[in-house]
Protein backbone atom coordinates (compact mmCIF):
# COMPACT_ATOMS: atom_id res chain seq x y z
CA UNK A 1 0.00 0.00 0.00
CA UNK A 2 0.83 3.85 -0.33
CA UNK A 3 0.35 7.01 0.15
CA UNK A 4 -2.00 6.87 -2.47
CA UNK A 5 -4.09 4.83 -0.46
CA UNK A 6 -4.11 6.81 2.23
CA UNK A 7 -4.99 9.81 -0.35
CA UNK A 8 -7.96 7.82 -1.48
CA UNK A 9 -9.80 7.28 2.08
CA UNK A 10 -9.26 11.12 2.94
CA UNK A 11 -10.28 12.33 -0.49
CA UNK A 12 -13.44 9.49 0.01
CA UNK A 13 -14.34 10.76 3.51
CA UNK A 14 -14.15 14.85 2.27
CA UNK A 15 -16.60 13.62 -0.31
CA UNK A 16 -19.06 12.44 2.15
CA UNK A 17 -18.91 15.92 3.76
CA UNK A 18 -19.82 17.48 0.94
CA UNK A 19 -22.41 15.26 -0.51
CA UNK A 20 -24.04 15.54 3.11
CA UNK A 21 -23.87 19.38 2.87
CA UNK A 22 -26.05 18.89 -0.25
CA UNK A 23 -28.60 16.72 1.50
CA UNK A 24 -31.65 16.49 3.75
CA UNK A 25 -30.76 14.33 6.90
CA UNK A 26 -33.27 12.28 8.12
CA UNK A 27 -32.40 9.24 9.69
CA UNK A 28 -34.04 9.20 12.87
CA UNK A 29 -31.20 7.88 15.24
CA UNK A 30 -28.22 10.37 13.88
CA UNK A 31 -27.48 13.89 14.52
CA UNK A 32 -24.85 16.25 14.34
CA UNK A 33 -22.02 17.01 16.97
CA UNK A 34 -21.16 20.70 17.82
CA UNK A 35 -17.99 22.19 16.53
CA UNK A 36 -16.94 21.91 20.66
CA UNK A 37 -17.72 18.60 21.18
CA UNK A 38 -15.69 17.28 18.22
CA UNK A 39 -12.79 19.07 18.76
CA UNK A 40 -12.74 16.32 21.59
CA UNK A 41 -12.76 13.63 19.23
CA UNK A 42 -9.01 14.90 18.21
CA UNK A 43 -7.81 15.46 21.44
CA UNK A 44 -5.13 13.24 23.58
CA UNK A 45 -7.35 11.58 25.07
CA UNK A 46 -8.10 9.60 21.86
CA UNK A 47 -5.21 8.20 22.43
CA UNK A 48 -4.83 7.20 25.97
CA UNK A 49 -6.46 4.53 28.25
CA UNK A 50 -8.23 4.10 31.35
CA UNK A 51 -9.81 1.56 33.18
CA UNK A 52 -12.31 1.51 36.38
CA UNK A 53 -13.47 4.66 37.85
CA UNK A 54 -12.16 7.60 38.54
CA UNK A 55 -9.29 7.82 41.09
CA UNK A 56 -9.17 3.94 40.89
CA UNK A 57 -7.48 3.24 37.40
CA UNK A 58 -5.21 0.37 36.44
CA UNK A 59 -3.19 2.49 33.88
CA UNK A 60 -1.37 5.86 35.02
CA UNK A 61 -1.71 9.47 33.07
CA UNK A 62 -5.30 9.76 33.87
CA UNK A 63 -5.18 12.85 36.09
CA UNK A 64 -6.94 14.64 33.47
CA UNK A 65 -9.21 12.49 32.35
CA UNK A 66 -10.63 11.23 35.39
CA UNK A 67 -11.69 15.09 36.28
CA UNK A 68 -13.43 14.99 33.31
CA UNK A 69 -15.02 11.94 33.86
CA UNK A 70 -16.45 13.08 37.75
CA UNK A 71 -17.51 16.03 35.88
CA UNK A 72 -18.98 14.78 33.20
CA UNK A 73 -20.80 12.30 36.10
CA UNK A 74 -22.44 14.93 37.84
CA UNK A 75 -23.32 17.01 34.74
CA UNK A 76 -25.46 14.05 33.43
CA UNK A 77 -27.16 13.49 36.90
CA UNK A 78 -28.28 17.01 36.85
CA UNK A 79 -29.58 17.32 33.43
CA UNK A 80 -31.19 14.10 33.49
CA UNK A 81 -32.55 14.52 37.44
CA UNK A 82 -30.77 10.88 38.14
CA UNK A 83 -28.89 9.76 40.95
CA UNK A 84 -26.26 8.21 38.90
CA UNK A 85 -25.25 8.08 36.10
CA UNK A 86 -22.00 6.04 34.33
CA UNK A 87 -20.62 7.18 31.16
CA UNK A 88 -18.41 4.70 30.25
CA UNK A 89 -20.43 2.43 27.84
CA UNK A 90 -18.97 3.13 24.25
CA UNK A 91 -22.17 2.90 22.40
CA UNK A 92 -26.18 2.35 23.33
CA UNK A 93 -25.85 -1.68 22.53
CA UNK A 94 -22.94 -1.96 24.78
CA UNK A 95 -25.05 -0.14 27.57
CA UNK A 96 -28.07 -2.66 27.28
CA UNK A 97 -25.02 -5.27 27.54
CA UNK A 98 -23.94 -3.81 30.42
CA UNK A 99 -27.35 -3.84 32.29
CA UNK A 100 -28.06 -7.24 31.24
CA UNK A 101 -24.94 -8.46 33.02
CA UNK A 102 -25.64 -6.94 35.96
CA UNK A 103 -29.19 -8.01 36.39
CA UNK A 104 -30.13 -11.21 33.98
CA UNK A 105 -28.89 -14.62 34.53
CA UNK A 106 -29.32 -16.93 31.64
CA UNK A 107 -32.52 -18.29 31.43
CA UNK A 108 -34.41 -14.92 33.21
CA UNK A 109 -37.64 -13.85 31.67
CA UNK A 110 -37.61 -9.85 30.14
CA UNK A 111 -40.38 -8.58 28.89
CA UNK A 112 -39.74 -5.82 25.86
CA UNK A 113 -41.11 -4.88 22.60
CA UNK A 114 -41.59 -6.71 19.21
CA UNK A 115 -38.86 -5.66 16.47
CA UNK A 116 -42.08 -5.41 14.07
CA UNK A 117 -43.14 -2.90 16.57
CA UNK A 118 -40.16 -0.71 16.26
CA UNK A 119 -38.06 -2.23 19.19
CA UNK A 120 -34.20 -1.90 18.82
CA UNK A 121 -32.31 -5.10 17.27
CA UNK A 122 -30.25 -5.59 20.88
CA UNK A 123 -33.23 -6.68 22.71
CA UNK A 124 -34.13 -9.17 19.95
CA UNK A 125 -33.31 -12.97 20.15
CA UNK A 126 -30.42 -12.54 18.02
CA UNK A 127 -28.90 -9.72 19.44
CA UNK A 128 -27.75 -8.89 22.83
CA UNK A 129 -30.47 -10.58 24.48
CA UNK A 130 -30.28 -13.50 22.78
CA UNK A 131 -26.44 -14.11 23.91
CA UNK A 132 -27.29 -13.47 27.33
CA UNK A 133 -29.68 -16.36 26.86
CA UNK A 134 -32.59 -14.34 28.50
CA UNK A 135 -36.06 -15.37 27.63
CA UNK A 136 -37.41 -12.60 25.92
CA UNK A 137 -41.26 -12.00 26.24
CA UNK A 138 -42.88 -9.30 23.99
CA UNK A 139 -46.07 -6.68 25.25
CA UNK A 140 -49.11 -6.84 23.08
CA UNK A 141 -49.10 -3.57 21.06
CA UNK A 142 -52.01 -1.25 19.60
CA UNK A 143 -51.23 -0.59 16.07
CA UNK A 144 -53.68 1.81 15.94
CA UNK A 145 -51.62 3.52 18.94
CA UNK A 146 -48.17 2.32 17.30
CA UNK A 147 -48.08 1.72 21.48
CA UNK A 148 -48.50 -0.77 24.11
CA UNK A 149 -52.04 -2.12 25.01
CA UNK A 150 -52.25 -1.41 28.93
CA UNK A 151 -54.72 -4.01 29.59
CA UNK A 152 -52.80 -6.88 27.70
CA UNK A 153 -49.28 -5.46 29.34
CA UNK A 154 -50.72 -5.42 32.88
CA UNK A 155 -52.06 -9.46 32.49
CA UNK A 156 -48.93 -10.35 30.74
CA UNK A 157 -46.48 -8.49 33.37
CA UNK A 158 -49.06 -10.33 36.46
CA UNK A 159 -48.67 -13.53 34.26
CA UNK A 160 -44.98 -13.70 33.19
CA UNK A 161 -43.40 -12.33 36.30
CA UNK A 162 -40.47 -11.05 34.15
CA UNK A 163 -37.48 -10.16 36.31
CA UNK A 164 -36.86 -6.93 34.46
CA UNK A 165 -39.61 -4.91 32.13
CA UNK A 166 -37.39 -3.12 29.40
CA UNK A 167 -38.98 -0.67 27.41
CA UNK A 168 -37.74 1.65 24.51
CA UNK A 169 -38.11 1.58 21.09
CA UNK A 170 -36.32 2.89 17.39
CA UNK A 171 -39.18 3.63 15.98
CA UNK A 172 -40.09 5.53 19.18
CA UNK A 173 -43.84 7.81 18.41
CA UNK A 174 -45.61 7.98 22.01
CA UNK A 175 -44.16 7.60 25.29
CA UNK A 176 -44.48 3.78 26.75
CA UNK A 177 -47.67 3.77 29.36
CA UNK A 178 -45.32 3.39 32.75
CA UNK A 179 -47.28 5.26 34.80
CA UNK A 180 -50.71 3.44 33.87
CA UNK A 181 -47.94 -0.06 34.74
CA UNK A 182 -46.22 1.11 37.63
CA UNK A 183 -49.06 -0.44 40.43
CA UNK A 184 -48.44 -4.10 38.45
CA UNK A 185 -44.60 -3.34 38.57
CA UNK A 186 -44.71 -2.83 42.45
CA UNK A 187 -46.99 -5.89 42.79
CA UNK A 188 -44.39 -8.11 41.12
CA UNK A 189 -40.96 -6.40 41.80
CA UNK A 190 -39.27 -6.10 38.72
CA UNK A 191 -36.62 -3.86 37.80
CA UNK A 192 -38.17 -1.46 35.27
CA UNK A 193 -35.13 -0.40 32.58
CA UNK A 194 -35.89 1.74 29.64
CA UNK A 195 -33.58 2.14 26.52
CA UNK A 196 -34.21 5.66 25.83
CA UNK A 197 -31.58 6.51 22.87
CA UNK A 198 -33.96 7.59 20.18
CA UNK A 199 -35.90 10.28 23.02
CA UNK A 200 -32.44 11.12 24.98
CA UNK A 201 -32.35 14.72 23.78
CA UNK A 202 -36.02 15.19 23.78
CA UNK A 203 -35.57 13.93 27.37
CA UNK A 204 -32.97 16.27 28.26
CA UNK A 205 -35.26 19.19 26.55
CA UNK A 206 -38.49 18.46 28.91
CA UNK A 207 -40.06 16.87 26.00
CA UNK A 208 -41.51 13.42 25.38
CA UNK A 209 -41.38 11.74 28.71
CA UNK A 210 -39.92 12.17 32.05
CA UNK A 211 -38.12 8.46 32.57
CA UNK A 212 -37.46 8.64 36.51
CA UNK A 213 -41.00 10.21 37.47
CA UNK A 214 -42.83 7.82 35.59
CA UNK A 215 -41.26 4.90 37.53
CA UNK A 216 -38.33 4.02 35.40
CA UNK A 217 -35.30 2.73 37.32
CA UNK A 218 -32.54 2.16 34.68
CA UNK A 219 -32.36 4.00 31.62
CA UNK A 220 -29.31 3.27 29.18
CA UNK A 221 -28.85 4.92 25.68
CA UNK A 222 -26.84 5.90 23.02
CA UNK A 223 -25.89 9.57 23.18
CA UNK A 224 -26.00 10.66 19.33
CA UNK A 225 -29.35 10.53 18.19
CA UNK A 226 -31.85 13.12 19.55
CA UNK A 227 -29.33 13.56 22.02
CA UNK A 228 -26.69 15.31 19.74
CA UNK A 229 -23.30 14.10 21.00
CA UNK A 230 -20.42 11.78 20.14
CA UNK A 231 -21.50 8.21 19.47
CA UNK A 232 -20.86 6.39 22.52
CA UNK A 233 -23.25 4.99 25.30
CA UNK A 234 -24.86 6.22 28.74
CA UNK A 235 -26.54 4.68 31.50
CA UNK A 236 -28.71 6.62 34.09
CA UNK A 237 -30.05 5.15 37.32
CA UNK A 238 -32.31 6.46 39.81
CA UNK A 239 -34.63 3.96 42.71
CA UNK A 240 -31.99 1.98 42.92
CA UNK A 241 -30.19 0.39 45.36
CA UNK A 242 -26.17 0.82 46.09
CA UNK A 243 -25.29 -2.42 46.04
CA UNK A 244 -27.05 -2.56 41.99
CA UNK A 245 -25.64 0.90 41.26
CA UNK A 246 -22.31 -1.11 41.84
CA UNK A 247 -23.51 -4.13 40.24
CA UNK A 248 -23.85 -1.37 36.93
CA UNK A 249 -20.15 -0.37 37.31
CA UNK A 250 -19.19 -3.62 37.56
CA UNK A 251 -20.87 -5.09 34.26
CA UNK A 252 -19.35 -1.74 32.73
CA UNK A 253 -15.98 -2.38 33.42
CA UNK A 254 -14.76 -5.37 33.25
CA UNK A 255 -18.04 -6.61 32.13
CA UNK A 256 -18.53 -5.20 28.44
CA UNK A 257 -15.30 -2.87 28.30
CA UNK A 258 -11.96 -2.27 28.61
CA UNK A 259 -11.17 1.50 27.78
CA UNK A 260 -13.95 3.61 27.19
CA UNK A 261 -13.24 5.97 24.24
CA UNK A 262 -12.32 8.98 26.70
CA UNK A 263 -12.43 11.30 23.75
CA UNK A 264 -15.84 10.64 23.05
CA UNK A 265 -16.73 10.99 27.03
CA UNK A 266 -15.28 14.28 26.49
CA UNK A 267 -17.33 15.24 23.70
CA UNK A 268 -20.25 14.04 25.44
CA UNK A 269 -19.40 15.73 28.78
CA UNK A 270 -19.12 19.20 26.45
CA UNK A 271 -22.61 17.92 24.70
CA UNK A 272 -24.02 17.72 28.32
CA UNK A 273 -23.35 21.46 28.82
CA UNK A 274 -24.20 22.54 25.44
CA UNK A 275 -27.99 20.63 26.24
CA UNK A 276 -28.17 22.26 29.78
CA UNK A 277 -28.37 25.45 27.84
CA UNK A 278 -29.93 24.56 24.55
CA UNK A 279 -32.28 21.47 24.94
CA UNK A 280 -35.43 23.25 26.08
CA UNK A 281 -35.44 25.21 22.78
CA UNK A 282 -34.45 22.13 20.32
CA UNK A 283 -36.26 19.73 21.73
CA UNK A 284 -39.80 21.39 21.38
CA UNK A 285 -38.39 22.95 17.86
CA UNK A 286 -37.96 18.95 16.65
CA UNK A 287 -41.23 17.43 17.85
CA UNK A 288 -43.00 20.56 16.22
CA UNK A 289 -40.77 19.64 13.13
CA UNK A 290 -41.81 15.82 12.89
CA UNK A 291 -45.18 16.77 13.63
CA UNK A 292 -45.50 19.54 10.88
CA UNK A 293 -43.78 17.10 8.50
CA UNK A 294 -46.24 14.29 9.37
CA UNK A 295 -49.46 16.71 8.55
CA UNK A 296 -47.83 17.91 5.35
CA UNK A 297 -47.01 14.55 4.27
CA UNK A 298 -50.98 13.85 4.97
CA UNK A 299 -51.95 16.46 3.42
CA UNK A 300 -49.65 15.57 0.22
CA UNK A 301 -51.54 11.70 0.32
CA UNK A 302 -48.22 10.20 1.42
CA UNK A 303 -50.13 7.62 4.19
CA UNK A 304 -48.16 8.75 7.79
CA UNK A 305 -48.91 6.14 10.62
CA UNK A 306 -51.30 8.03 13.46
CA UNK A 307 -52.98 10.65 11.76
CA UNK A 308 -55.26 10.81 14.28
CA UNK A 309 -52.88 11.06 17.37
CA UNK A 310 -51.20 13.68 15.88
CA UNK A 311 -48.88 11.50 14.25
CA UNK A 312 -46.35 11.65 16.84
CA UNK A 313 -45.16 13.10 19.86
CA UNK A 314 -41.25 12.71 19.27
CA UNK A 315 -39.16 13.57 16.97
CA UNK A 316 -39.89 10.90 13.81
CA UNK A 317 -42.95 9.83 12.38
CA UNK A 318 -43.20 6.92 10.57
CA UNK A 319 -44.61 6.42 6.41
CA UNK A 320 -46.20 3.81 4.73
CA UNK A 321 -45.42 3.30 1.25
CA UNK A 322 -46.63 0.58 0.23
CA UNK A 323 -48.08 2.19 -3.08
CA UNK A 324 -45.47 3.52 -4.12
CA UNK A 325 -43.14 0.39 -4.18
CA UNK A 326 -42.51 -0.04 -0.65
CA UNK A 327 -39.51 1.09 2.04
CA UNK A 328 -36.42 -0.45 0.10
CA UNK A 329 -37.90 0.98 -3.23
CA UNK A 330 -38.67 4.51 -1.62
CA UNK A 331 -35.73 4.77 0.10
CA UNK A 332 -32.88 4.32 -2.52
CA UNK A 333 -34.96 6.75 -4.45
CA UNK A 334 -34.91 9.75 -2.27
CA UNK A 335 -31.38 8.82 -1.34
CA UNK A 336 -31.07 9.23 -5.59
CA UNK A 337 -32.25 12.45 -4.65
CA UNK A 338 -30.19 13.30 -1.30
CA UNK A 339 -32.89 12.78 1.33
CA UNK A 340 -31.60 10.59 3.30
CA UNK A 341 -33.92 8.36 5.58
CA UNK A 342 -33.92 4.54 5.98
CA UNK A 343 -36.74 1.79 5.11
CA UNK A 344 -38.15 0.55 8.44
CA UNK A 345 -40.67 -2.39 9.43
CA UNK A 346 -44.10 -1.34 10.16
CA UNK A 347 -46.06 -3.45 12.51
CA UNK A 348 -47.99 -5.43 9.98
CA UNK A 349 -44.46 -6.45 8.48
CA UNK A 350 -42.98 -10.20 8.44
CA UNK A 351 -39.50 -9.19 6.76
CA UNK A 352 -37.17 -6.50 7.88
CA UNK A 353 -35.40 -6.67 4.13
CA UNK A 354 -38.80 -5.41 2.06
CA UNK A 355 -40.51 -3.59 4.76
CA UNK A 356 -43.95 -1.25 3.42
CA UNK A 357 -42.52 1.64 5.59
CA UNK A 358 -39.92 4.59 6.02
CA UNK A 359 -39.19 5.62 9.16
CA UNK A 360 -38.30 9.87 9.39
CA UNK A 361 -36.38 11.97 11.96
CA UNK A 362 -36.76 15.62 12.12
CA UNK A 363 -33.66 16.41 14.44
CA UNK A 364 -31.03 16.84 12.38
CA UNK A 365 -33.36 18.92 10.62
CA UNK A 366 -33.77 21.19 13.71
CA UNK A 367 -30.44 21.36 14.24
CA UNK A 368 -29.56 23.23 11.65
CA UNK A 369 -32.06 25.76 11.76
CA UNK A 370 -35.55 24.19 10.20
CA UNK A 371 -38.82 25.07 10.98
CA UNK A 372 -42.21 24.25 10.81
CA UNK A 373 -42.37 26.06 7.18
CA UNK A 374 -39.53 24.52 6.11
CA UNK A 375 -41.15 20.86 6.41
CA UNK A 376 -43.75 21.50 4.28
CA UNK A 377 -41.22 21.92 1.10
CA UNK A 378 -39.26 18.83 2.72
CA UNK A 379 -42.43 17.01 2.72
CA UNK A 380 -43.70 17.86 -1.15
CA UNK A 381 -39.75 16.76 -1.81
CA UNK A 382 -40.42 13.22 -0.72
CA UNK A 383 -43.77 13.17 -2.23
CA UNK A 384 -42.52 13.79 -5.75
CA UNK A 385 -39.88 11.45 -5.39
CA UNK A 386 -42.33 8.51 -3.95
CA UNK A 387 -44.85 9.53 -6.89
CA UNK A 388 -41.60 8.66 -8.76
CA UNK A 389 -40.76 11.88 -10.30
CA UNK A 390 -37.56 11.86 -11.50
CA UNK A 391 -34.96 11.85 -8.42
CA UNK A 392 -31.90 14.02 -10.32
CA UNK A 393 -34.74 16.67 -11.13
CA UNK A 394 -35.73 16.71 -7.67
CA UNK A 395 -32.14 16.51 -6.30
CA UNK A 396 -30.97 19.89 -7.90
CA UNK A 397 -34.22 21.92 -5.65
CA UNK A 398 -32.81 19.84 -2.77
CA UNK A 399 -29.29 21.05 -3.57
CA UNK A 400 -30.44 24.63 -3.45
CA UNK A 401 -32.90 24.60 -0.16
CA UNK A 402 -30.18 22.62 1.02
CA UNK A 403 -28.04 25.87 0.59
CA UNK A 404 -30.05 27.71 2.95
CA UNK A 405 -29.39 25.43 5.90
CA UNK A 406 -25.22 25.51 6.73
CA UNK A 407 -24.88 26.67 10.10
CA UNK A 408 -24.88 24.78 13.15
CA UNK A 409 -27.86 25.78 15.76
CA UNK A 410 -28.65 24.77 19.48
CA UNK A 411 -24.77 25.07 20.23
CA UNK A 412 -22.48 27.55 21.88
CA UNK A 413 -20.36 27.92 18.86
CA UNK A 414 -24.11 28.81 16.65
CA UNK A 415 -23.54 29.57 13.08
CA UNK A 416 -20.58 27.72 12.30
CA UNK A 417 -20.47 25.62 9.62
CA UNK A 418 -21.98 22.42 10.28
CA UNK A 419 -20.41 20.19 8.11
CA UNK A 420 -17.63 22.44 7.97
CA UNK A 421 -14.95 19.97 8.99
CA UNK A 422 -13.53 19.39 5.68
CA UNK A 423 -12.83 22.61 4.93
CA UNK A 424 -9.67 22.44 7.75
CA UNK A 425 -8.36 19.11 6.16
CA UNK A 426 -8.53 19.97 2.48
N1 LIG B 1 -29.76 1.42 14.38
C1 LIG B 1 -30.25 2.50 15.17
C2 LIG B 1 -31.50 3.06 14.61
O1 LIG B 1 -31.44 3.53 13.51
O2 LIG B 1 -32.55 3.06 15.24
C3 LIG B 1 -30.38 2.15 16.58
O3 LIG B 1 -29.15 1.76 17.11
New binding site residues.
Given amino acids: MTLDDARYIRQEVMAHNKWFEECIPM???ENLMSPLAKEMLISDFADRYAEGLPGKRYYQGNIFVDRVEEKATEMAKKLFKSDFADLRPIS??VANMAVLFAFAEPGDTITTCALAQGA??STCEFGAFGQRAVRSVNYPFSVEDMNLDVDGTIKLLKKEKPKIAQFGL?VFLFPPPVKELKPTFDEIGCLVWEDC??VLGLIAGGQFQKPFDDGIQIVSA?THKTFPGPNHGIILASNITEEQEKKIQKAVFPGVTSSHHLHAMAALAISLAEMDVFAKDYASQACKNARALGQSLHELGVPVLCPDLGFTRSHAIAVDVSQFGGGKECAQLLEDANIIC?KNMLPSDTSAVRPSGLRFGAQEMTRIGMKEDDMKDVASFIARVVRKEDPKKVKEDVKAFKKNFTGIKYCFNEGEPAYGYHKLVE
Fill in positions: IASGTHISAHSN
